[in-house]
């Protein structure tokens, strides 16, 4: 009697030889990130040679230029898309010393699009903008701030992180600087506001006024850290000095000691120019008009190397794709990265690529996005979709368990509202999933900061981020369902009282930077 083989066998069959070649691709994805890790090449390629990258600068093109080029060595498309345009700029050298009533070098930083000293340094006296008021007395003493530095930040009452305060302190004295502290915070905003122009708007005024400079102290609450963004000034320089310095001038002024700095900065305006996405691709064989993306933001701000902000997020999906390229080269659905540019300044890179590509958008299986930092992925929230938590449990059960356990997954969860880029396609209704890190004292030490450098850099997570990134493109790539977009129901505002709403599509400044307004 001849053994007969059911419709059940064979089906079971099937699933499990799929499974085990299921395994055999995510092995091979470990073993070569394992063997053959490409990231300490890559990082030491875009932050030490490329450095910072600022929308609308040299640097910014170079390293779109420089991506295309290694996704070519990898035998992978990839092309730079023109998405809009932006004011250039390029940084060059800042000194900032102080001449009396003592020399000192000055730890500080011209900040982004501030225009240069034209070829000599600045020498003048330093004031600080006054308590005043109102607004008329304001202007009545606008006239004060010709030929002088103008300094518009208040000055910290520590230079100490709160965690070493509690580390140390008595509680009596944590729970005084706390107080003082916020007392001062407050006063100063009341000071700003008597003015009558906006933070924005005021280094403006004191422009026209006929001040020379601008100093400012953006303390990020980390030791020796400040976050560096941009000026507002189209004549003078806007520089930030690092706390304790800008502590110095601030007191010097204070007790009458007439404080005298110099300033040179060598900054170029370069007009408007180009800006661009780097988006690279590998064909997909059976459905090549479906996608699966990777994601991360490719610029950064330049008080540094822009490295986990979002340098090693653009190493992770870049890495991701290299070892999807040698292990999987012949996807189902087509696999496609983007690398965006002004992320900074409003997601412009991502929300332009939503606008100009409907026909990827509309058939997305998922986009996976990573923007925070350097350390393990450990939470992946369902974004609001009804049917997440079935896809997202299933492709994320493909990974290695010393990868998969340490992760929390949230579902439905909330739709982003404008975070990161994964916003920008879960705005039209499109599965965008954030990759959300371990912290490694991000906020206060790395995140748009004058010091996001290489050596705040934990491989070993960013090892595992990029396994993780290529296991569960290969899963979605593979799986022969397609993602259903149904919205789940997202409860009540506690608020308002009202449905949640899901988030509206934002258009992309599509030319910029935008001036402030009062």
């Known amino acids: 009697m001849k053994n007969k083989i059911t419709p059940l066998f064979f089906l079971l069959t099937i699933l499990w030889a799929n ?18 890790s490409q990231l300490q090449t890559l990082a030491h390629e875009l932050f030490d ?23 070519a060595s990898w035998c992978i498309d990839a092309r730079n898309e023109k998405w809009g345009e932006w004011k250039g700029w390029e940084r060059g050298i800042t000194h900032i010393d102080m001449l009396s009533p003592r020399v000192k070098s000055l730890e500080g930083t011209q900040l982004s699009w501030s225009p240069s000293t034209k070829g000599k340094a600045i020498k003048a006296e330093i004031i600080i903008l006054p308590d005043l008021q109102d607004s008329l007395a304001f202007q009545n003493w606008l006239p004060e701030v010709k030929g002088k530095f103008v300094m518009i930040s208040m000055q910290q009452p520590t230079g100490r992180p709160d965690d070493n305060w509690q580390q140390f302190a008595t509680k009596e004295s944590f729970e005084k600087l706390k107080k003082e502290r916020n007392d001062q915070s407050d ?12 933070s924005r708007m005021l280094p403006i005024i004191l422009e026209k006024a006929g001040a020379v400079g601008i100093l400012t102290s953006n303390w990020s609450s980390g030791f020796g850290v400040d976050k560096i963004f941009n000026a507002y000034t ?32 060598a900054s170029k305006d370069l007009g408007v120019v180009p800006a661009f996405n780097t988006i690279a691709e590998i064909k997909g064989t059976e459905k090549p008009e479906e996608y699966v993306m990777l994601s991360a933001h490719f610029d950064s701000w330049d008080g540094a190397q822009g490295a986990t902000d979002n340098g090693t997020g653009t190493l992770t999906m870049m890495e991701a794709m290299r070892i999807l390229k040698q292990v999987y080269p012949n996807p189902k659905r087509t696999i496609l990265v983007g690398h965006w540019g ?16 409907p026909e990827i958008v509309n058939k997305l299986q998922a986009l996976f996005n990573q923007d925070n930092g350097t350390g393990r992925i450990v939470n992946i929230s369902g974004q609001g979709f009804k049917h997440a938590g079935e896809f997202i449990t299933k492709w994320l059960a493909a990974a290695p368990s010393n990868i998969k356990d340490s992760i929390k997954t949230v579902f439905p969860g909330a739709p982003g509202g404008g975070g990161s880029d994964f916003a920008s396609f879960v705005a039209v209704g499109a599965p965008g999933f954030s990759l959300g890190a371990l912290n490694w004292s991000y906020f206060n030490y790395t995140w748009h900061t004058n010091r996001d450098t290489y050596d705040k850099i934990i491989f070993d997570d960013l090892k595992s981020n990029a396994m993780l990134t290529a296991i569960l493109v290969y899963m979605a790539c593979e799986d022969n369902e397609v993602f259903p977009r149904d ?9 308002t009282g009202l449905p949640v709403q899901w988030p509206a599509q934002v258009k992309a400044t599509r030319k910029g930077p935008v001036a402030p307004t009062n």
């Open 19 to 36: 499974q085990l070649d299921a395994q055999t691709v995510v092995d091979k994805i470990v073993q070569e990130e394992n063997n053959h």
């Open 49 to 71: 040679k490329i450095g910072p990258r600022l929308v609308g600068t040299p640097q910014m093109q170079k390293a779109n230029d420089w991506a295309v080029e290694k996704y």
């Open 187 to 198: 006063a100063w905003r009341k000071r700003l506001s008597k003015t009558g122009y906006s």
């Open 234 to 265: 189209s004549k003078i320089p806007t520089v930030d000095i690092a706390l304790e310095d800008y502590g110095t001038l601030y007191r010097l002024v204070e007790s009458g000691d007439q404080p005298i700095i110099s300033i040179e900065t």
């Open 342 to 357: 002004s992320e900074e300044q409003g997601l412009n890179g991502s929300r332009a690529f939503v606008e100009d590509h």
């Open 487 to 495: 919205k789940a129901d997202l409860g009540t505002d506690k608020r």
